[in-house]
């Protein structure tokens, strides 16, 4: 069964132009989480869905972040405009249920110039 | 705020050696995680646990709920064994969501 999979793995991009991650959640989980990893850091959790509904979107910067996963299956994660400082790697997770081990994408690395 | 500590940050051993990794939290806990992150990003997790101990081949983790405490051990390191380890706690009123520290770099030379 295929894991978590995430798409582009590595996208370089100039400063002020937008991006957009994808995620493909293991089938059947329910759960989905986006995290943002800083070099040297663990991951901190951006937004959270139960399906359709985001549940836990408080630590993602509403102003120029949004996520979507329309279908309550794979789900978008996009940045506009895109700032030097939004440089990390961008992970997906999912699990069965928000108690429930959560299982990781390979993640995207993201360069601003 | 609730924080996770970890220590060491980086770490070195000869393969062979008894590995100790540490983690401390600051307040109650409904469940502790142990999770390996090796070189380009991926994350798999090791352990789930809310008390005693777990045991899977040379991997050894433990938690002490009255002193915050939790310890993941690696016995006869190896070379492949090199990675992060990150530890991350579910707070009782977290709706679910795990707090990760951030990680201990570990390096085993052959």
């Known amino acids: 069964e295929a894991g978590v999979v995430q798409s582009p793995r590595y996208k370089i991009i100039e400063k002020k132009q937008p991006v957009a991650f994808w995620c493909n959640p293991i089938?059947?989980?329910?759960?989905l989480y986006w995290y943002l990893q800083n070099l040297g850091q663990g991951p901190e959790l951006l937004i959270r869905y139960e399906n359709e509904e985001a549940v836990d979107d408080s630590q993602l910067p509403k102003d120029r972040f949004s996520a979507e996963r329309l279908k309550g299956v794979d789900s978008t994660l996009k940045i506009q405009p895109a700032e030097l400082g939004d440089s990390a790697v961008y992970l997906c997770a999912s699990s069965s249920g928000p108690y429930n081990e959560q299982f990781f994408g390979p993640g995207t690395r993201l360069t601003v110039l | 705020k609730n924080e996770v500590e970890q220590s060491p940050q980086n770490l070195t051993a000869q393969e062979g050696e008894f590995i100790t990794i540490n983690c401390s939290y600051s307040v109650g806990i409904s469940a502790l995680h142990w999770l390996q992150q090796h070189p380009g990003g991926g994350i798999v997790s090791l352990f789930m646990?809310?008390?005693g101990k777990k045991k899977h081949g040379r991997l050894i983790a433990t938690i002490n709920i009255q002193e915050k405490h939790s310890s993941l051990h690696i016995t006869a390191s190896h070379p492949r064994d090199s990675a992060v380890y990150i530890c991350?706690?579910?707070?009782?009123?977290?709706?679910?969501?795990?707090?990760f520290g951030k990680g201990t770099k570990l390096s085993v030379k052959p």
């Open positions: 646990l809310s008390s």
């Open positions: 089938s059947g989980h329910n759960t």
């Open positions: 991350a706690v579910r707070y009782g009123g977290s709706q679910g969501n795990l707090i």
